[in-house]
């Protein structure tokens, strides 16, 4: 597996980068909240119940701005009042789903980029931040980086945990950087609870690229700030941020030192198919004797491109059997990454 990498770095670094994130699976939870009446027996004034139509329109539509269609329906459903101002948004969601469809040839259509562009697009102007992310995606990956940040900065105001978490990677990679703007969206998103953008955040604070930003923390908070935010996605199931816990176990670097935990979110990280994390953890199945579980992990990282596995793994099959060798590559063979966030 090739892990490309955001910045350039030091080919000696042990952290990595990700791309940007997509609109699908949202990361940003929506929360509910029930009105209650309030009545009086005793008295002859009416019940005071809540006035749904009173919410102005415009606040309304830049509330669900970033809804998904189950929520957009439900509000749509509190009264007639939030049904027609929340028209546009519904409309967005159908013109979404249009584009998502030309955009991966599903749905009987086949892939255009062209019309799926014009989807999101129309969508977009409809207010739905779904779909400004969607159109900022096409837009970046075509090299139109200002109409992408444009659109990124739409979302990322309106609350989508996705375009914030983009936008920050857009000032990384933008001419100059703007690390302090960088890592400000980064956080917006990652307090969102959004798990690419707070691996991204632990990676710009393992890089000093926070500083600015976090002014008057001194270096030792820092270092713990960044590994709570590779523990936190990597709980959330992000498969690089895994690694990279793991190694702040190992070496004591934010997180006390413990070779469990270490050898835990290896473990995981493996299983989803990082390939330095196969590696390290069939050496570590190598060193405790382990050798059969050692070849499939090392098997595996040498598929993934980790070539210093290869002459671990050779060194190990001369000690097994050819019964033995040849489970192990069955074994290999009918391996499946378990499912992670990335």
Same mark, same amino acid.
Request: glycine residues 8%; charged residues 20%; aromatic residues 10%.
């Given at each position: 597996?090739?892990?490309?990498?955001?910045? *350039?770095?030091?080919?000696?670094s042990?952290f990595?980068?990700?791309?940007?994130?997509?609109?699908?699976?949202? *990361?940003?939870?929506?929360k509910?909240?029930?009105?209650?009446?309030?009545?009086s027996?005793?008295?002859s004034?009416p019940?005071?119940?809540?006035?749904?139509?009173a919410?102005?329109?415009?606040?309304?539509?830049?509330?669900?701005?970033?809804?998904?269609?189950?929520?957009?329906?439900?509000?749509?459903?509190v009264?007639?009042?939030w049904?027609d101002?929340?028209?546009?948004?519904? &409309?967005?969601?159908?013109?979404?789903r @249009?584009?998502?469809q030309f955009?991966?040839?599903?749905?009987?259509?086949?892939?255009?980029?062209?019309?799926?562009l014009?989807?999101?697009?129309?969508g977009a102007?409809?207010?739905s931040?779904?779909?400004?992310?969607?159109?900022?995606? %096409?837009y970046?990956e075509?090299?139109?980086? &200002?109409e992408? %940040?444009?659109?990124?900065?739409?979302?990322?105001?309106?609350g989508d945990?996705?375009? @914030?978490c983009?936008?920050?990677i857009?000032?990384?990679?933008?001419?100059?950087?703007?690390?302090? &703007?960088?890592?400000?969206?980064l956080?917006? /998103?990652s307090v969102?609870?959004?798990?690419r953008?707070?691996?991204q955040?632990?990676?710009?604070?393992h @890089?000093?690229?926070?500083k600015?930003?976090?002014?008057?923390?001194?270096?030792?908070?820092?270092?713990v700030?960044q590994?709570?935010?590779y523990l936190k996605? +990597?709980?959330?199931?992000?498969?690089r941020?895994?690694?990279n816990?793991?190694?702040?176990?190992?070496?004591?670097?934010g #997180?006390s030192?413990?070779?469990?935990?270490?050898?835990?979110?290896?473990?995981?990280?493996?299983?989803?198919?990082?390939?330095?994390?196969?590696? &390290?953890?069939?050496?570590?199945?190598?060193?405790?004797?382990?050798?059969?579980?050692?070849?499939?992990?090392?098997?595996l990282?040498?598929r993934?491109?980790?070539? +210093?596995?290869?002459?671990?793994?050779?060194?190990?099959?001369?000690?097994?059997? +050819?019964t033995?060798?040849?489970? /192990?590559?069955? #074994?290999?063979?009918?391996?499946?990454?378990?499912?992670?966030?990335?």
């Amino acid at each position: 597996m090739n892990q490309k990498t955001l910045l *350039d770095r030091s080919d000696a670094s042990r952290f990595i980068a990700f791309p940007f994130s997509k609109p699908d699976g949202r *990361d940003a939870k929506t929360k509910s909240s029930r009105w209650s009446k309030v009545s009086s027996e005793s008295s002859s004034s009416p019940t005071n119940d809540p006035d749904f139509s009173a919410l102005p329109f415009d606040i309304l539509t830049k509330i669900a701005a970033p809804f998904n269609f189950p929520n957009l329906l439900a509000a749509s459903l509190v009264c007639r009042s939030w049904g027609d101002a929340l028209r546009a948004l519904r &409309e967005a969601m159908v013109l979404l789903r @249009q584009g998502k469809q030309f955009k991966h040839g599903r749905g009987g259509v086949g892939r255009n980029l062209e019309k799926a562009l014009v989807s999101f697009l129309k969508g977009a102007a409809r207010g739905s931040t779904l779909a400004m992310v969607d159109a900022g995606l %096409i837009y970046w990956e075509r090299g139109q980086k &200002e109409e992408a %940040i444009a659109l990124y900065q739409k979302a990322a105001a309106l609350g989508d945990a996705a375009g @914030q978490c983009n936008l920050g990677i857009s000032y990384l990679h933008a001419q100059p950087q703007n690390h302090k &703007e960088a890592v400000k969206w980064l956080h917006q /998103a990652s307090v969102g609870g959004h798990v690419r953008a707070q691996y991204q955040l632990a990676l710009c604070l393992h @890089q000093g690229l926070g500083k600015t930003w976090m002014m008057g923390f001194i270096l030792l908070v820092t270092v713990v700030y960044q590994a709570r935010w590779y523990l936190k996605a +990597a709980e959330g199931g992000y498969v690089r941020a895994m690694y990279n816990a793991s190694l702040c176990y190992t070496f004591g670097e934010g #997180l006390s030192h413990c070779r469990r935990q270490a050898r835990k979110w290896m473990k995981r990280a493996a299983d989803r198919g990082h390939g330095k994390a196969q590696f &390290e953890h069939g050496l570590a199945l190598f060193s405790e004797g382990e050798l059969l579980k050692a070849i499939v992990y090392l098997e595996l990282a040498t598929r993934s491109g980790e070539t +210093a596995a290869t002459h671990v793994k050779n060194a190990i099959l001369q000690q097994l059997s +050819a019964t033995s060798r040849d489970r /192990a590559l069955l #074994l290999t063979d009918n391996w499946r990454a378990l499912p992670s966030s990335r």
